[in-house]
């Protein structure tokens, strides 16, 4: 995204000079996003779909620009190293896109006040007033720092506790979001634990992998400062997802050898603490016990082209697309000789009976991290913390080819891997029984 603002060698010193004060007041590990002196790395935007935005004419994104930052530049200035908005005009925004990150930031606002702050350019994590009567009904009696935004009923959408500071003082708001699991600490009280984060712009898809943050406002003044950010690795990702409720899953794999697993052993091999298909073997290797309702968690990387599988209550023999309930593709569905592949055969999808969102697979050769989630006909699929799946296979009524998945319906058989012939890995390979 282009940088509006044009700036002079002194505000750059100036930059520089705040982002150091301001990086003193920040957690070890953050950078600035606001430099205490002026509103460089940032530009107005209206709310706006991410996907659209990013789909319009160049010319005419550059225009609409434009005319964002002529209104920020009405609405929003820096007042003793505080970022201030006067509780009016578009919303600033960072220049960077971020993705997987932590953010933290303090705010001070005014009864009456509606304000929040957009992740990967979506609403909301809220702030309001929580004294103010007629939004009770809202449910701003309960409290700032949820995601108001989510659906009725949805997780997060109500913070577990009010945890506003008076009017007058300063709020401390910490955010973290893998994927689209948003965890939010407001003044060092959870309020959201590892929610889902719904996609405002488009509630059947995940959020977009990367935008900008937004600082939202209207109807009175707000003031922010030391705001900060760190952007969590894929590493660091995987863990956090991972540890989440951890010991609610059992092992399905010791990290040392086959022990627990049947079916094609001689085809795998343990390498460095994962499951490796040995190049140019493959089929069905299954672990103990049968399940009927489940939660498997697992890592998993992909040589360019690697192409594999998750095995979905499988009968222990034939093809497990088609005999088993299904399969999940584990495939580098970027790679050029898959470019014309069906959708239902691109990672994550139920191979041949229903497609998966694409684009949240991590660059070849990294781990990801993937939750599977089968619970009598339905499966639903979490990939580094975005949902690509959920669908509900007795409902399908075109198959790929219009072959027989006369599987389809079965309601227990075993997890595991199907090989096709490349040195696809798995570790990490966890299980949680649901109820029958």
Not at 33 to 59: I, K, R, S
Not at 211 to 223: K, N, S, V
Not at 346 to 361: F, V
């Amino acid at each position: 995204m282009t940088q509006a603002w044009h700036i002079p060698l002194l505000t750059v010193l100036a930059f520089i000079a705040g982002s150091i004060a301001c990086a003193a007041e920040l957690p070890e590990g953050f950078e600035p996003l606001f430099n205490g002196t002026d509103l460089a790395g940032w530009h107005g935007e209206a709310t706006m779909d991410p996907v659209a935005l990013a789909a319009m004419d160049p010319a005419e994104r550059e225009k609409k620009l434009a005319e964002w930052n002529a209104d920020a530049r009405e609405h929003w200035s820096v007042e003793s190293g505080e970022l201030v908005n006067d509780g009016h005009g578009v919303f600033l925004t960072t220049d960077k896109p971020y993705g997987d990150m932590e953010l933290v930031l303090e705010y001070k606002t005014v009864a009456r006040a509606d304000s929040g702050v957009y992740l990967r350019g979506t609403p909301q994590v809220q702030i309001w007033d929580f004294t103010e009567p007629e939004k009770f009904k809202l449910g701003a009696d309960q409290g700032s720092g949820a995601l108001w935004n989510n659906t009725e009923g949805a997780r997060g959408k109500y913070p577990f506790v009010l945890a506003d500071r008076p009017f007058g003082e300063w709020n401390k708001l910490r955010i973290r979001q893998v994927g689209a699991r948003t965890t939010v600490w407001l003044n060092d009280q959870l309020v959201v634990d590892n929610a889902t984060m719904e996609n405002f712009w488009d509630r059947a898809a995940p959020l977009v992998r990367s935008a900008p943050i937004q600082l939202q406002t209207h109807g009175g003044e707000i003031r922010w400062r030391n705001l900060g950010v760190r952007e969590i690795a894929a590493s660091e990702a995987n863990e956090l997802l991972s540890g989440y409720q951890s010991q609610a899953f059992e092992p399905l794999f010791n990290g040392k050898d086959l022990t627990g697993w049947h079916g094609a052993t001689d085809s795998y091999e343990v390498v460095d603490g994962a499951i490796r298909c040995k190049d140019g073997h493959g089929g069905l290797l299954l672990a103990d016990p049968e399940l009927k309702n489940f939660v498997a968690r697992v890592e998993f990387r992909l040589p360019p082209g690697g192409n594999n599988g998750l095995a979905i209550r499988s009968p222990g023999t034939g093809d497990t697309a088609y005999e088993g309930m299904c399969e999940l593709q584990v495939l580098d569905t970027d790679h050029p000789k898959y470019a014309s592949i069906d959708p239902r055969q691109t990672h994550g999808s139920a191979y041949g009976i229903a497609a998966a969102r694409q684009g949240y697979l991590r660059p070849t050769g990294e781990w990801n991290f993937q939750e599977v989630t089968v619970n009598g006909s339905r499966v639903k699929v979490e990939l580094n913390g975005s949902v690509i799946l959920d669908a509900d296979l007795a409902e399908a009524k075109e198959f790929m080819a219009d072959s027989p998945h006369p599987g389809i319906n079965r309601m227990s058989g075993y997890f595991g891997f199907a090989g096709h012939s490349d040195p696809v890995e798995f570790r990490n390979v966890s299980i949680k029984r649901l109820a029958d």
